[in-house]
């Protein structure tokens, strides 16, 4: 028997200021991309069945793009009668009861094993049974669910549990209404011949638990996510199981540091290869007050001009002598950044430069703020 295990697909997702061709978010079309290629896999590999572990989609009420794409693809496995067994994450469960479920669309595939109500299902074929416990908004049904859970097993067939959350502390996502499986229950996991996780974006084994394991996200939602390996989990139970994950390719992310104190040097000295479409992160080091009103972002994008966008971190030498932020007094941010350059900088008329530079950056900002509102 062979399972592919796939997870945080997030589609709909969408961040950066830039549009394909189609015009389209890129970030948005990333994400189409590495759904079918995962659907591109499953056609061609023909596993006996699909599990998806939440957060098809980023948000509860996806757009109709979103929608659409995701039917389109999944008739696919509908097409090649392989079967989906899907259940919802936190990012696709409406937060009150009004809101239908997202998911409920997917009933309308007869191959499309969707679980979304907020209550332990359990999923059956000769062969094995998917125990699918989405996410629950109320985590205090969880002890109850797991009992049902446990009444569950057959031990004439594979049993496999499903669930959308953090198996300990260190699988948090810090996001609204993950919950944490209670460590008391841990030892269903034994009685599984496999546990399958969402929520948490990147692969791998939970713990001492050698069948429990996260398939990770297949795009990255964040750019602090630097993982270059995405994609899904090939489970085969000839011997085992045996847990393999099969990548797909995802657009290149970059990282730079530049010290300012050095700042001709370090640019000269760049390596610039390998940046055409990518994501880039540009740290700025030592900076001074001076230096960071000098250095602007859009001197920074420039350098990479090729890649598809350039996000720049600024971090600065602490002044000596410096106050702490208790020592600081209630004033505005405009006044307190005029006020470290001049401390900062000896030269009068240098001090006047940056100060009216700056004082332009706060209008500006002020301006485009209100336009916000």
Same mark, same amino acid.
């Given at each position: ?240 199981? @045996? !847990? =393999? ?5 995802? #657009? ?10 050095? +700042? $001709? &040097? ?77 401390? @900062? !900088? =000896? ?5 006047? #430069? ?10 500006? +900002? $002020? &301006? ?6």
């Amino acid at each position: 028997m062979k399972i592919i295990h796939f997870s945080d697909t997030h589609l709909g997702f969408s961040d950066l200021d830039v549009v394909n061709e189609a015009g389209i978010n890129q970030r948005e079309a990333d994400f189409y991309k590495a759904f079918s290629d995962v659907i591109d896999a499953i056609v061609e590999t023909r596993p006996d069945y699909v599990m998806h572990t939440g957060d098809l989609f980023h948000r509860a009420s996806p757009s109709n793009r979103a929608i659409t794409f995701a039917l389109t693809q999944l008739k696919r496995l509908e097409e090649a009668k392989i079967p989906f067994i899907i259940i919802a994450g936190n990012h696709s469960t409406p937060r009150t009861s009004t809101s239908s479920p997202i998911l409920q669309a997917l009933r309308t595939l007869d191959n499309i094993h969707p679980v979304f109500e907020q209550h332990y299902e359990k999923v059956e074929f000769d062969d094995v049974i998917f125990h699918a416990l989405p996410h629950v908004n109320d985590e205090r049904i969880i002890p109850d669910e797991l009992e049902q859970v446990e009444a569950s097993i057959d031990a004439g067939r594979k049993n496999i549990l499903m669930m959308h959350c953090s198996v300990g502390a260190h699988y948090l996502m810090h996001e609204f209404g993950e919950w944490v499986f209670p460590k008391e229950k841990e030892y269903l996991f034994e009685k599984m011949d496999y546990v399958a996780l969402g929520h948490w974006h990147g692969f791998g084994a939970v713990g001492k638990h050698k069948n429990v394991f996260y398939s990770g996200s297949t795009e990255r939602t964040s750019s602090s996510d630097k993982r270059e390996e995405k994609g899904y989990v090939l489970l085969d139970f000839e011997n085992g199981p @045996s !847990v =393999e994950l099969n990548t797909i390719n995802l #657009r290149r992310t970059r990282s730079f540091t530049i010290d300012t104190e050095h +700042y $001709e &040097e370090a640019v000269a000295g760049l390596d610039l290869s390998g940046i055409e479409d990518a994501l880039v992160e540009v740290v700025l080091t030592n900076l001074t007050t001076a230096t960071s009103i000098d250095i602007t972002n859009k001197e920074i994008a420039a350098i990479f001009g090729t890649a598809l966008h350039v996000k720049v971190k600024r971090e600065f030498k602490a002044a000596e002598g410096s106050a702490s932020p208790d020592d600081i007094e209630s004033v505005s941010l405009e006044s307190c950044f005029v006020s470290h350059i001049v401390e @900062s !900088v =000896e030269s009068r008329e240098e001090q006047e #430069r940056l100060a009216g530079k700056a004082k332009a950056l706060f209008a500006r +900002y $002020e &301006e485009s703020d209100d336009d916000a509102l």
